[in-house]
T-cell receptor, first 114, second 113 residues
Framework: TQLLEQSPQFLSIQEGENLTVYCNSS?????LQWYRQEPGEGPVLLVT?????EVKKLKRLTFQFGDARKDSSLHITAAQPGDTGLYLC??????????????FGSGTQLTVLP | DAEITQSPRHKITETGRQVTLACHQT?????MFWYRQDLGHGLRLIHY???????NKGEVSDGYSVSRSNTEDLPLTLESAASSQTSVYFC????????????FGPGTRLTVL
């Protein structure tokens, strides 16, 4: 079973601070996706990382895929209240016989206080 | 712009009633999924479909059914609603090829009394 563990589960910080959240697995993934979910809405895709060691930047958000493709991190620089939300990582579920299903982590609930 | 919509957004029903949640996507995606989201459990897959007339059970399918008569719609039916099915339900879709990135609807909050 491919499991994705996210840490921390909850994070509350002040506006302007930096933070990193983690997504770890004992399994290799062909790619990992990061989603953000705001209250009362569905998850929205932020980025997909595909190559081991890959780094992608989305404004103040930096995503990294581990060299062994078993983990990923999301770093936010100078967090703003608009970054508040549930951050989910997800990867294709190879064991299903088709990579079209995703395995989701349980998420990191981020609160950025003004 | 392409989108995925769900209706209703909120629903209150009574135990034992049949309930159908609608999901409609205009992405022309073959793959569609239903999840439920509960505190402490994250997103759990209920049913999924890879195309018209194709439906499959996910990890928490008991008490739920789906049908796929066209590309755009995958309605989720609760045959006899139970209090344990109180949850937020999300529909998602994705392309057949590529990175399997999923596009989610806004969700339906269902309360079973």
């Amino acid at each position: 079973t491919q499991l994705l563990e996210q840490s921390p589960q909850f994070l509350s910080i002040q506006e302007g601070e930096n933070l990193t959240v983690y997504c770890n697995s004992s399994s290799v993934f062909s790619s990992l996706q990061w989603y953000r979910q705001e209250p009362g809405e569905g998850p929205v895709l932020l980025v997909t990382v595909v190559t081991g060691g890959e780094v992608k930047k989305l404004k103040r958000l930096t995503f990294q895929f581990g060299d062994a493709r078993k983990d990923s991190s999301l770093h936010i620089t100078a967090a703003q209240p608009g970054d508040t939300g549930l951050y989910l990582c997800a990867g294709p579920k190879i064991s299903s016989g088709s990579a079209r299903q995703l395995t989701f982590g349980s998420g990191t609930q981020l609160t950025v206080l003004p | 712009d392409a989108e995925i919509t769900q209706s209703p957004r909120h629903k209150i029903t009574e135990t034992g009633r049949q309930v159908t949640l609608a999901c409609h996507q205009t992405w022309n995606h073959n793959n569609m999924f239903w999840y439920r989201q509960d505190l402490g459990h994250g997103l759990r897959l209920i049913h999924y479909s890879y195309g018209v007339q194709d439906t499959n059970k996910g990890e928490v399918s008991d008490g739920y059914s789906v049908s796929r008569s066209n590309t755009e719609d995958l309605p989720l039916t609760l045959e006899s609603a139970a209090s344990s099915q109180t949850s937020v339900y999300f529909c998602a879709s994705s392309e057949t090829s590529g990175r399997h990135e999923q596009f989610f609807g806004p969700g339906t909050r269902l309360t079973v009394l």
